[in-house]
């Protein structure tokens, strides 16, 4: 299982989108190479913003595959709660992308010309 | 030469401070003289507004002088390095006032690479003001955080979110150069927290006027109120794309935080100003518009010790219990 031990790569606050963009890379670059991640949040905190950056963004695009990848590790009560909103929506986000993909195949295979 | 004369205080988006801050932005004279004699007072909101503007005129090439400023007012500034570019005549006359509740920071941020170190600075320098003579000990059962800890997160929270939030929505709509200030203040009589962010960007209205909640009926107004609510944004879906997204909840999220205090948000774009919390919620239409936006927050200091954000982050909670592993 990967490692990230959030405090040590970047401090006690993370707040901004840039920070946890920076973050992301590093998820996606362990992701790469284990089957599961753990993230953890020791004497971290976190804005909706970037845990959205950092965690959000990727599940809006891979869904539950991804979420059940991840494990979140040593979150304070806030934490936890901010991560709940953040991936909750993104979830909601991944299944109307899926859903409107669906739609997209669909028409386009309706319109292929019969051989 | 323009002249132009201050109004008794700089404290809110008022129509005699809009009116005056209008009227300056509109003086392309290469040298525009301000009478300071009838200012007496400033707070952080006005004092970002007023630096937004002298900032304009400095890049436009232009002198700005400030006469008469009485020396308690002249004492911020002179330690302001917003106001650099100004050039202050002083009034010896005038006496000086007690300085306890000084103004501690005005900045102003150009790139959200700026905002991760300007909102530590300010919260941790406000902590410490705010702090002085309170009792701040560790919680012996370790359920929840020091005081002052506490005191500095939430303030770090609201600060990152709203800077963040003006260096981006404010950038839309041929804004790309637009800057924000951001200026703070604790008051130790009324124990409360003055923060204000303004920027000279594309203002509500253009950041939101695709929005379904808004495009039927466009108005400064509904903008601001909309973006009050949960889940609307300028750039929702984008970062499904490309990562550049936003949720539409940290306005809403720092916006409870205040009100949980006891205090309240107050948001200021165009011609229309819109409040929450504290009382009933205000709207006011102004006859001069604020090209951008200005948002003034107060906390009150002992309510902002108990404001829980995991409620708060939790009432925003849709869809189901997303299932996550927690160790």
């Known amino acids: ?115 | 030469m323009g002249q132009h004369t201050f109004p008794r205080t700089l404290r809110y988006t008022s129509d005699d401070v809009l009116t005056f801050l209008g009227d300056v932005l509109g003086d392309y004279d290469d040298e525009v003289r301000c009478d300071a004699a009838p200012l007496t007072y400033l707070m952080p909101v006005g004092i970002c507004c007023l630096a937004s503007v002298c900032d304009d005129l400095h890049r436009r090439g232009q002198r700005v002088y400030f006469d008469n400023l009485a020396p308690h007012l002249d004492a911020f500034m002179e330690r302001m390095d917003v106001f650099e570019h100004c050039h202050v005549e002083h009034d010896r006359t005038r006496v000086r006032r007690d300085h306890s509740d000084a103004l501690l920071e005005v900045r102003r941020l150009d790139s959200e690479a700026d905002v991760p170190d300007a909102a530590r600075r300010l919260a941790a320098t406000m902590t410490g003001h705010i702090m002085r003579g309170v009792r701040d000990e560790e919680d012996p059962e370790h359920m929840h955080a020091k005081p002052s800890e506490h005191l500095t997160s939430m303030l770090r929270y609201v600060l990152v979110e709203l800077l963040e939030n003006a260096l981006t929505h404010a950038r839309g709509v041929g804004y790309a150069r637009s800057s924000v200030w951001v200026a703070s203040t604790f008051y130790r009589k009324a124990r409360e927290v003055r923060l204000a962010f303004v920027d000279n960007g594309c203002g509500f209205l253009n950041a939101l006027r695709n929005h379904p909640q808004v495009r039927h009926s466009p108005s400064h107004r509904g903008a601001i109120q909309a973006a009050l609510r949960p889940y609307v944004s300028g750039n929702p879906a984008v970062g499904i794309l490309d990562s550049s997204s936003n949720q539409g909840i940290g306005l809403t999220i720092s916006r409870d935080i205040a009100v949980a205090s006891g205090g309240y948000v107050r948001i200021t774009s165009g011609s229309a100003s819109v409040r929450h919390g504290a009382a009933p919620e205000r709207g006011m239409a102004h006859p001069v518009p604020w090209q951008g936006a200005v948002i003034d927050a107060r906390l009150r200091r002992d309510d902002l010790l108990n404001v829980d954000l995991a409620k708060i982050a939790a009432a925003y909670q849709i869809g189901p219990k997303p299932k996550i592993t927690f160790e």
């Open chain 1, 1 to 115: 299982m990967g490692d990230i031990r959030l405090k040590e790569l970047a401090g006690d606050f993370l707040g901004t989108r840039v920070e946890g963009r920076a973050l992301r890379l590093e998820l996606d670059r362990c992701l790469k190479t284990a089957g599961q991640v753990r993230l953890d949040f020791t004497g971290v905190s976190i804005t909706q913003s970037c845990a959205d950056e950092l965690v959000g963004v990727a599940i809006a695009q891979a869904g539950q595959p991804l979420l059940d990848r991840l494990v979140f590790a040593n979150c304070s009560l806030t934490v936890r709660a901010i991560l709940e909103l953040v991936i909750s929506s993104r979830l909601l986000d991944n299944e109307n992308l899926e859903r409107t993909q669906r739609i997209r195949e669909h028409v386009l295979e309706s319109a292929l010309p019969v051989r």
